[in-house]
């Protein structure tokens, strides 16, 4: 599985802990940055992982900013791209099964690094269910279609 890495300045140590965390496991990564903790704008790394998931480059994104919020609202402009923001293992869960949410967003300010690897080794490894949930899925296509002509 490939794998898009990204955060601003309040998600860059975190960010840092995903990708060793990661590369540990032998996932490939790639770091689209923040590559300092100097202060920059979270929505151009949103745009850089969410591009290259939307264009399947890449198979998931992970995004971290001081909350998570700025971060995944910006990703969740991209067409294509069904970015979650999680706190909690069951809806790093729930979110791949129900939305097969392929970006994942973490607030590098909110939780700690243990519960955050915890977090992505549970979306990482949570296949999405389909069935009932998929006509959810293309109702929300529809959504990006109607608003992106
Ligand atoms: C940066 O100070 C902070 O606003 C950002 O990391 C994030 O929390 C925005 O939602």
Redesign the pocket.
């Given at each position: 599985m490939r794998i898009a890495l990204g955060s601003?300045h309040?998600?860059y140590e975190m960010k840092e802990a995903i990708k060793t965390h990661l590369e540990s496991k032998g996932f490939d990564i790639k770091d689209f940055g923040t590559k300092t903790t100097d202060s920059c704008d979270?929505p151009e790394f949103a745009v850089a992982v969410g591009e290259e998931v939307a264009k399947g480059t890449y198979d998931r994104g992970i995004l971290v900013?001081?909350?998570g919020?700025?971060?995944s609202i910006a990703a969740n402009k991209i067409p294509g791209v069904r970015c979650a923001l999680v706190g909690d293992c069951f809806t790093a869960a729930a979110t791949r099964q129900h939305n097969d949410s392929n970006v994942l967003a973490l607030g590098g300010r909110v939780i700690g690094v243990g519960l955050a690897l915890q977090i992505v080794d549970t979306w990482l490894g949570t296949e999405y269910e389909g069935g009932r949930h998929q006509r959810r899925i293309d109702l929300i296509t529809d959504i990006e279609k109607k608003y992106n002509k």
């Open positions: 601003d309040g998600g979270y900013c001081g909350t919020v700025g971060i």
